[in-house]
């Protein structure tokens, strides 16, 4: 029983790159038009304060961290956000896991611990998941940005290395 996680990764909500490029988009947007715009008094100043608050509020979310995942003692620990509950999965009950993608969609929403059809997922970011099957057929969906790692380091605690 040691007292250090064999595994640690931390995924932040607005460090993906697609919604990253949305939100720039549309502060873009805000200034060209406040650029364009011939009534600067009025509504011009209002979309440069919306141009900005964009821009602020993607800054914010690139700190804001959606949840950690740590492997520990024979058990996956993933902790969210402040109202979330602490999930354990416990190694012993899973009898297969497998890398693959996460959804072959463009755009996917960050979720934590969303049961849907017999899953569970956890996803904020990337395009790489682990599945882990338990014993009652249940499936865990993971998403992770090092995958490999994160694979090796759950074989690892199952064979008993960790």
């Not at 873009?28 to 608050?53: H, I, K, P, Q, S």
């Not at 693959?100 to 463009?106: A, I």
């Not at 990337?126 to 969906?141: E, K, M, P, Q, S």
């Amino acid at each position: 029983m040691s007292e250090k996680p064999v595994y640690i990764e931390k995924q932040y909500l607005g460090r993906e790159f697609i919604p990253i490029t949305i939100r720039l988009v549309l502060a873009m947007f805000c200034f060209a038009a406040y650029f364009f715009t011939d009534e600067r008094e009025r509504n011009g100043d209002l979309l440069v304060v919306v141009g900005f608050a964009i821009i602020i509020i993607s800054i914010i979310m690139g700190f804001l961290l959606h949840f950690r995942t740590r492997i520990f003692n024979k058990s996956i620990l993933l902790d969210g956000l402040w109202t979330t509950r602490l999930v354990k999965i416990d190694l012993n009950s899973i009898v297969k896991v497998e890398k693959g993608e996460y959804s072959r969609y463009l755009f996917n929403n960050p979720v934590y611990n969303l049961h849907n059809k017999g899953t569970i997922r956890f996803f904020a970011s990337g395009n790489d998941a682990l599945f882990l099957t338990d014993r009652d057929g249940l499936v865990y969906i993971i998403g992770s940005q090092h995958i490999n790692e994160f694979f090796r380091a759950v074989q690892d605690e199952m064979r008993g290395k960790g």
